[in-house]
């Protein structure tokens, strides 16, 4: 497909456990950028990626949070021990850069995470 | 920090009426803007986007212009659809904090009436 995929698109799962997201972004774009949708929060960056690197953590809420790129491709966004404020959407993002302002993002559809 | 703040929802209208939607922003460089658009069951759509002052961004009937003397890009339309119900985020990016991550503003959601 030419756009983002993102997997699974429903997570249910009880508290305490670890889950993982994917993100496929779209082929060739070199920045890819995690946000999580919350009905009191509304959308907040999480984590950028330049390549496989990641120069901005600054939005990961905290340590249990963590993700990784590789191939300068597919992302796994990890939360380990989950807590119920951990529901929420989690939507990744692609652009052709992340140095250059003016380049839309193309969104997944999101991982709607609930945590039970 | 940057921000973005847009005007309090939800938001009905009769079809055909015309459409306004407040956006305004803090930024510390100089930030292009963006709109939005998540229609029901749907993801995340880029609307409309203008990169400098005074630049108009469109499409689908849709206006925003970028207003850098008040800071502004507010969304219009002179005559919504019933398929414009959607979730509409105004956002910012500014390279000016090392990478291109985007800021939205909460979201306001527009229903339209036939």
């Known amino acids: ?116 | 920090g940057d921000s973005v703040t847009q005007m309090e929802g939800p938001v009905t209208l009769s079809e055909e009426a015309f459409l306004t939607i407040n956006c305004t922003y803090t930024a510390t460089g100089y930030p292009s803007l963006f709109w939005y658009v998540q229609y029901p069951g749907e993801g995340l759509q880029l609307l409309l986007k203008a990169t400098k002052a005074d630049d108009k961004g469109s499409n689908k009937g849709f206006e925003a212009t970028y207003r850098k003397e008040t800071t502004s890009f507010h969304l219009e339309k002179g005559s919504v659809q019933v398929s414009d119900s959607a979730v509409y985020f105004c956002a910012l990016s500014d390279v000016a904090g090392a990478n291109s991550k985007l800021t939205f503003g909460k979201g306001i959601t527009l229903s339209v009436r036939p």
């Open chain 1, 1 to 116: 497909g030419a756009g983002v995929s993102q997997s699974p698109s429903n997570k249910v799962t009880e508290k305490g456990k670890d889950v993982e997201l994917r993100c496929d972004p779209i082929s060739g774009h070199t920045a890819l950028y995690w946000y999580r949708q919350s009905l009191g929060q509304g959308l907040e960056f999480l984590i950028y990626f330049q390549g496989n690197s990641a120069p901005d953590k600054s939005g990961l809420p905290s340590d249990r949070f963590s993700a990784e790129r590789t191939g300068g491709s597919v992302s796994t966004l990890t939360i380990q021990r989950t807590q119920q404020e951990d529901s929420a959407v989690y939507l990744c993002a692609s652009s052709l850069t992340g140095t250059v302002s003016n380049q839309p993002q193309h969104f997944g559809d999101g991982t709607r995470l609930s945590i039970l």
